[in-house]
Each structure stands twice: as C-alpha cells, then as structure tokens.
C-alpha cells in the first residue's frame, strides 16, 4: 500500500522544472523559479523513502556515489574557507545538489512498470522543456541576436541522444518522434550554435558504435548514415532559403576569425580567458588546488588574451566582466570549485562509468541481444552521453533542469548495469595460446547467466516476473520504452516498487 503513488511522485519528480525558463534580467528576483524546485525536490524525497534497495554489492555504483557525495557535501569545506557568499553559494549548489537527488532516486532496482514511467516522465519532460523554452524565448522580443540564447532547451542534446537511439540503435520511427527530432535541429539552426551541432554528431556516431557489434557492422551503419546526413543537409538548406538572416549568421559564426584583427574566434578566446583565471585562482594556493575555491566564487577574465580581444572588448568592459555562476566549462570549473579533493572526482567517476556501460552494452548486446532491460541500459546510456556533449558549449549542471535528468540518467545507467552485470555472462579473458586441438571450453561462470539459457532465467535473476519479461504489445506507441510491456499488477514474489 505504501507504494500506491510511486508513479504520480515519479511525474512529479520530473515535470515541473521542465517549464523552468532563463531569465532576461538576472538582477530580477523570480519566484517562480524557485517555486518549481520546491515540488520536485519533495517529490524526490518521497521516492527516496519507497524505493528498492540493492542487496548486492556494485563497485562502480559505490564510486559514483561516493564521488556525488564528495562534490555536493564537501564543497561546505570549500565555503568554510573561502567564505563566498551564501546565496550565490547556494545558487550555484542547487543543480548538482538535483543532479545528486535524482542519481539517488534512479539508481535503485525499480521494477520494470517503474522504469517505464520514469522513461516515459523523462521524455514528456524533455519535449515539454523544449517547446516552452523556444516559445518563452520568442516571446520575449528581439531579433534572432538577442534571442537565440534563450530558445534553447538545456536538455535538447539529451533528447536527440534517446531519439538517436530508437532510429539507430532500435530502428523504430514514428512521425512523432521524426517530428520532435526535426523540431530539435530546427532550433539548432535558428540559435546558431555550433557547439550543439558537434554534440548532435557526437551522439550519431555513440548511437552507431552502440548498434554495431563489429567493425563490418560499423562501416555499414556508416553507409547507411549518408542517407541520415543528406537529409539533415537537406533540412539546413531549406531553413536556410527559409531564414536568410539565419544563414547570415551562420556565416559570421563560421568566418568570425577572419574578420577580427587577431585573426581569432572571439567566443573561444573568452572561454580561454574564463578558464585561464580560473586555473590561475585554483593554483594560486595550496588550500585552494586541494579544496577550491567554492561554488558561486567570483571569476573574471585572464588579462594574457586581452590583446587576442582587440576591436571585440574595449579594456573597461574587459575588465568590468565579474561572475559567480557556474562557468562554460565544466570540467575547468569543477577543478576551481571543487578542487582536487572534491572536485575531479565526480566528473572522472561518471566518465568511467559512461565507458565501463557502453563497452558493456556492446558486449552483452552481441551475446545476448534479447536480454530483459538491456534497452534501458542503450538509452540511459545515450541520454547521458549528453552531458559531455553539452560541456562543449557550456556547463550541463549550471540549469536545474538538466542537472535533474542528467542524474537520472546517471542512476538509470549504473543500477541497469548493476543488475544486467549480475545476470548475464561476462567477458572470458582468452588464453595466450589456446590449445590447438583441444580448444578451451568457457569455465562455469557462479552466479552468472550462460550465452543460450533461457529468457526466464534471466528474468528471475533481474528480479522480474516471467509475464513481464515475455509479454509483448507490438501496438505499443512510445519512443522510451522496450516492446515488452510489463503486467503492472502481475503475480510476482516481491513488492512491485
């Protein structure tokens, strides 16, 4: 009974900061920002107290989370030394402290029916944050210049990523997902950025080295990907007939070098400034390189690439430029904020565990390919591989929204992992020289699932009932969920959490 309303709190979870918007003044005090924070975060709580507890034990899931725990609590040591102040402090903890919340709550072994709503809540969410940030971003006037900052989904990579994933990996399409996805590269093009359209490639070229087993398989997926590639190109040219302003910009984008007296790109030498003073802050001091100097510290730009900025800044305004907010580079900044203690960890822990999946999913995808929750584990995967991708252009936890999905995302991907790693077979280290006539025949792997064995024996191990892991609805329409469909009130031994 106490699990009645898991689902409800799983919507609740993630949906109301889906319509969390940037703000065009930030010396205007926005209550309704806040205010959104206030019902996920009580919604997560409640999910922490109903869920499921792992009983066995998982080395990667002990150092992610002992990594999240460092950097959220142990950036107190940070504030205790440096002394910044509290409410830019806190403003700047409040997205890693979701992005942990939400790692909690996913990395927990939820029944099949619970992992489907958690599915389908992260892609309403981010199909909801999409449009109305494109719709706010309109409605607040100006031209394209003053508004395509504001027309951007934070999650718009992590939602190409799980859509890429039922193209290439799953290859199932419907006119709504081709829809949404189209909609996606849409406002790539009118924001003009080339940050995101990289992390679009990289995320491709992830979905097909997910989908290929072998190298023949990749070369072939790279084939097929030529007809993926001239419709996109057809896309652009279209908006581009459609919207000569935005390819006018694209063409400044594109050519900005060539027409500043440095011969450099503006952009990249102020993020090279950015993160040039903040390596210079974090060195200056040991306590500073082993603790940091705090969530919300001020940063400016490094003087040394002033003459880089020449006819772009004029010194006042150089000089004038003081933040507090999370930089535009993630892996820069969590070295300044965290240091070396409770800095790098979190970020060098979740890349691992990104590497340790997909090399896992690969595997087990060509052994046993029809394997229960294997599918979770390819999309969590690419819905997470978007936060490096999103660190090209800037920091993925700097929004609250995309530090709650990314850790969802996270826990998604380590508890999936966690149980598959239980279930199915594992990689058999070969011999130097095997045998030439008597070749090694593969050793009883304990506790483990053979290649061949039935699919009810996986279902048991996983902790699922045999109507779950068999039933099929091929008339099921969603673009987050396997074709199995799980019996929500089927007859099983344990608690359906």
């Not at 898991?6 to 109301?16: C, D, E, M, Q």
């Not at 999910?47 to 999240?68: D, G, K, N, Q, Y």
């Amino acid at each position: 009974m106490r699990h009645q309303y898991a689902t409800p709190w799983i919507w609740i979870f993630l949906l109301p900061l889906a319509l969390d918007y940037k703000a065009t003044d930030a010396n205007t005090g926005h209550f309704a920002q806040s205010a959104l924070v206030l019902p996920a975060a009580a919604a997560g709580l409640a999910l922490l107290l109903i869920a499921p507890r792992f009983h066995e034990r998982s080395r990667l899931r002990s150092v992610v989370t002992i990594s999240m725990l460092l950097c959220v609590f142990g950036s107190i040591v940070a504030q205790l030394v440096q002394d910044n102040d509290t409410g830019n402090y806190l403003r700047t903890l409040l997205p890693f402290m979701l992005f942990m919340l939400g790692y909690l709550v996913a990395c927990r072994p939820w029944s099949e029916y619970r992992l489907s709503q958690f599915e389908k809540a992260l892609f309403v969410a981010n199909v909801i944050s999409l449009v109305f940030t494109f719709v706010y971003g309109m409605a607040t006037g100006g031209g394209l210049e003053d508004v395509r900052y504001r027309i951007i989904s934070v999650t718009l990579l992590g939602l190409q990523g799980v859509l890429l994933h039922e193209f290439v990996v799953a290859r199932r399409f419907s006119f709504f997902t081709v829809a949404v996805f189209a909609g996606t590269i849409i406002v790539e093009l009118l924001s003009v950025t080339r940050s995101l359209l990289v992390g679009t490639v990289l995320l491709f070229l992830l979905a097909m080295a997910l989908s290929a087993p072998t190298i023949r398989d990749i070369w072939r997926a790279l084939a097929r990907s030529l007809v993926v590639g001239a419709v996109l190109a057809g896309m652009a040219g279209v908006a581009a007939l459609s919207f000569p302003t935005v390819a006018e910009h694209w063409t400044q984008r594109i050519f900005a070098s060539e027409e500043t007296a440095s011969g450099k790109d503006p952009t990249t030498i102020t993020r090279l400034a950015e993160m040039r003073n903040q390596y210079d802050q974090v060195t200056s001091s040991a306590d500073a390189l082993l603790f940091g100097e705090g969530y919300g510290h001020y940063y400016r730009y490094s003087p040394v690439y002033l003459p880089d900025l020449a006819g772009q800044f004029s010194e006042k305004d150089f000089y004038a430029i003081n933040e507090w907010a999370a930089g535009h580079n993630f892996w820069v900044y969590q070295l300044f904020a965290g240091g070396l203690v409770f800095g790098i960890g979190m970020p060098l822990a979740t890349l691992a565990a990104l590497a340790i999946c997909f090399f896992s999913y690969r595997y087990w995808r060509s052994v046993v390919p029809d394997a229960p929750l294997l599918p979770v584990l390819g999309r969590a995967i690419m819905l997470f591989a978007a936060l490096p991708a999103t660190s090209i252009g800037g920091n993925p936890l700097g929004p609250r929204f995309s530090g709650l999905v990314f850790g969802v995302a996270l826990g998604l991907m380590i508890a999936t992992h966690a149980r598959l790693q239980r279930a199915l077979p594992a990689r058999i280290k070969r011999p130097p020289r095997p045998p030439q006539h008597h070749p090694a025949a593969m050793p009883e792997l304990p506790g483990r699932i053979q290649p061949g064995m039935g699919r009810a024996d996986l279902a048991s191990t996983l902790g699922m009932s045999h109507a779950e892991s068999t039933a099929s609805k091929p008339n099921q329409i969603s673009a987050l969920v396997s074709r199995s469909s799980p019996a929500r009130h089927s007859n099983r031994p344990n608690i359906v959490r």
